[in-house]
């Protein structure tokens, strides 16, 4: 059946998660043509924080959970207007427009579907906590160390170094 989803994951198929974060600025100098990019500001938000790309279920081949392969199809295409719309709250809606620009580009969608679906059987449970879990990185000296290096390249070992301040001993050692 061209339709039918696949299997959703047993509970012990994840073996941790990866929060997938971006410094915007430097996205867009590679990507200008984004609607986020083109709209991006020294005021808006993610000019001076972190933004959030999405929360990824381990191993990294956990995706696509219960999700039809029409679905699957668009997403894999980039047809991410083609997926459905989200049911978050108005404010979850909110805070995700301000800390993912890529909401311009419909990337929340895709996020779901390829990874909040093997995450949580709801959107809103799957943004709240990969929301928390940005405003506790934003908080943090890692944000920091970006903002006061705008226009300067940050070495691995000071993002690093970073981590482990903000984060513990050893954090840094799990940054990509």
Not at 63 to 70: A, D, I, L
Not at 120 to 145: G, W
Not at 146 to 162: L, M, Q
Request: hydrophobic fraction near 35%; charged fraction near 25%; aromatic fraction near 10%.
């Amino acid at each position: 059946l061209p339709d039918a989803p696949s299997p959703p994951p047993e509970e012990s198929t994840s073996s941790g998660y990866v929060l997938a974060a971006s410094w915007q600025p430097a996205f867009c100098q590679l990507n200008r043509t984004k609607s986020e990019c083109r709209a991006q500001t020294e005021q808006r938000f993610d000019s001076a924080h972190l933004a959030l790309h999405g929360l990824w279920p381990q191993p990294h081949d956990n995706v696509y959970c219960g999700v039809s392969r029409q679905q699957r199809f668009a997403d894999e295409a980039g047809r991410w207007r083609d997926l459905p719309p989200l049911e978050l709250t108005d404010e979850t809606r909110a805070d995700l427009d301000v800390v993912m620009p890529g909401t311009q580009s419909d990337l929340q969608r895709h996020e779901w579907i390829k990874h909040g679906t093997c995450y949580s059987d709801t959107p809103e449970e799957y943004f709240v906590e990969a929301l928390q879990l940005m405003n506790q990185l934003n908080a943090s000296p890692v944000r920091v160390l970006f903002a006061e290096g705008i226009g300067e390249f940050v070495t691995a070992d000071k993002v690093r170094a970073a981590f482990d301040e903000a984060f513990g001993a050893g954090a840094g050692d799990r940054v990509e």
